[in-house]
C-alpha cells in the first residue's frame, strides 16, 4: 500500500511574523523536547562519463563522496547560521548517503534530534550542500550538471506527527 500524504491545513496567521508584519524568530519554549527526525532527497544530474569518473575514483579533485558527505552533516549542524528564523539545535544525528544512479548521484540526508522544534531545514540543507560539493568538485569535468528534486520525504515528532511524501 502506498504511503499517503497527510494533508495539512495553511495556518490561519504566518508564524514567522509579528503582529506588525515583521520577521521574528518563533517562540518554542512552551513546548516539550520530543524526539524529532527528519529525511531529505535530492539529486545531482549528470552524464554517464562523468558517473564513471567517480565510480573510477579518477575525478580531478580526489574523492567527491566523502567530501560531500562530510559537507552535508556540516551544513546540518549549521543551518541557523544561514537560514535565518531556524532555531539553534542540538543534533544528535545527522547522515548523508550518496548512491551512484545511471543518471546522477541521488543524495538522501536524516537528521535527528530530541528538541522542541524539527530538523526538516536541518535535512534540507544537509542535501543541498552535499549536491553543491559534488557539484564543486565535478564543475571541471561536467558544468552542465544539475541539483534537482531537493525535497523532505519524511519527518517524524512534534505536534503535527508524522509526515512521509508519496
Do not use: F, N, Q, W
Request: no cysteine.
Amino acid at each position: 500500500m502506498p504511503a499517503r500524504r497527510r494533508i495539512v491545513a495553511p495556518p490561519k496567521k504566518l508564524t514567522h511574523v509579528d503582529a506588525k508584519g515583521a520577521a521574528r524568530m518563533v517562540d518554542v519554549s512552551a513546548k516539550p523536547a520530543t524526539d524529532r527526525r527528519a529525511t531529505a532527497r535530492g539529486k545531482l544530474m549528470l552524464s554517464r562519463e562523468t558517473l564513471e569518473l567517480v565510480r573510477s575514483g579518477r575525478t580531478p579533485k580526489g574523492d567527491v563522496l566523502a567530501a560531500a558527505r562530510i559537507a552535508g552533516i556540516m551544513a546540518a549542524k549549521r543551518t541557523p547560521d544561514l537560514v535565518p528564523l531556524t532555531h539553534p539545535l542540538p543534533l544528535s544525528h545527522a547522515s548523508v548517503d550518496l548512491v551512484l544512479a545511471t543518471d546522477g548521484i541521488d543524495i538522501e540526508a536524516t537528521v535527528g534530534t530530541t528538541a522542541p522544534t524539527g530538523v526538516e531545514m536541518e535535512a534540507l540543507m544537509a542535501v543541498t550542500i552535499a549536491g553543491l560539493t559534488l557539484y564543486d568538485m565535478l564543475k571541471s569535468v561536467e558544468r552542465g550538471a544539475r541539483l534537482t528534486d531537493v525535497r523532505l520525504v519524511a519527518k517524524s515528532g512534534g505536534r503535527s506527527g508524522e509526515y512521509r511524501a508519496e
